[in-house]
């Protein structure tokens, strides 16, 4: 069993910020497979599917950000989920905006979504898709991840999401290993 995970805000004020680009991925995967992502259990909006005999989750944690972990851990343990089956989708800071990238494990980077989770699993080596969301220097970082943009700003964020079936697919398909290769050697 799998657990993928889109990190986001919960509320319409917050649908269409930055720190919102897991969401986001989360729901145009689940549409590009007819799924409805409404089930409600542990204050996490969820839906089950099946891939080659495996159950799969698709989670929005609907806490807000910074207590996501909470969330991913009551679905663990009611699931009992393995920590290496675990994927988690977030906006990035460090990453180039529309661009993704790929890790087994890493710091949170001072993303309050991750030091949430790494202090619920007591770990912080878990599968992870980063979504680009660039900086600003001239602006506060909490009023830049979920402030509004302009819309050239958000189609090029959201590059990924528009590809999200590709890439969660090549995830349940390929070894970690050849995905983090695919993606983060450039090949798109």
Same mark, same amino acid.
């Given at each position: 069993?799998?657990?993928?995970?889109?990190?986001?805000?919960?509320?319409?004020?917050? &649908?269409?910020?930055?720190?919102?680009?897991?969401?986001?991925?989360?729901?145009?995967?689940?549409?590009?497979?007819?799924?409805?992502?409404?089930? &409600?259990?542990?204050?996490?909006?969820?839906?089950?599917?099946?891939?080659?005999? &495996? +159950?799969?989750?698709?989670?929005?944690?609907?806490?807000?950000?910074?207590?996501?972990?909470? =969330?991913? +851990?009551?679905?663990?343990? @009611?699931?009992? #989920?393995?920590? $290496?089956? #675990?994927?988690?989708?977030?906006?990035?800071?460090?990453?180039?905006?529309?661009?993704?990238?790929?890790?087994?494990?890493?710091?949170?980077?001072?993303?309050?979504?991750?030091?949430?989770? $790494?202090?619920?699993?007591?770990?912080?080596?878990?599968?992870?898709? +980063?979504?680009?969301?660039?900086?600003?220097?001239?602006?506060?970082? #909490?009023?830049? =991840?979920?402030?509004?943009?302009? +819309?050239?700003?958000? $189609?090029? #964020?959201?590059?990924?999401?528009?590809?999200?079936?590709?890439?969660?697919?090549?995830?349940?398909?390929?070894? @970690?290993?050849? @995905?983090?290769?695919?993606?983060?050697?450039?090949?798109?």
């Amino acid at each position: 069993m799998k657990l993928i995970v889109g990190l986001g805000n919960p509320g319409k004020e917050y &649908e269409k910020t930055r720190h919102n680009a897991g969401f986001r991925f989360i729901d145009k995967y689940a549409e590009s497979k007819n799924l409805v992502i409404n089930k &409600e259990k542990f204050k996490g909006l969820y839906t089950e599917f099946n891939h080659n005999g &495996e +159950k799969i989750i698709l989670l929005k944690p609907q806490k807000y950000m910074n207590l996501s972990g909470e =969330v991913i +851990k009551e679905f663990i343990k @009611f699931f009992k #989920i393995n920590k $290496e089956d #675990i994927l988690i989708i977030y906006d990035d800071l460090d990453t180039e905006k529309g661009k993704i990238k790929i890790r087994y494990k890493g710091s949170s980077g001072g993303h309050n979504g991750l030091k949430n989770i $790494e202090n619920h699993l007591k770990t912080n080596e878990y599968k992870r898709i +980063k979504i680009g969301i660039g900086k600003d220097k001239h602006q506060n970082k #909490i009023d830049y =991840v979920i402030g509004s943009m302009p +819309k050239e700003e958000y $189609e090029i #964020i959201n590059k990924p999401t528009a590809q999200s079936e590709k890439i969660i697919d090549d995830y349940l398909n390929l070894t @970690f290993d050849n @995905f983090m290769n695919k993606y983060n050697g450039g090949e798109k």
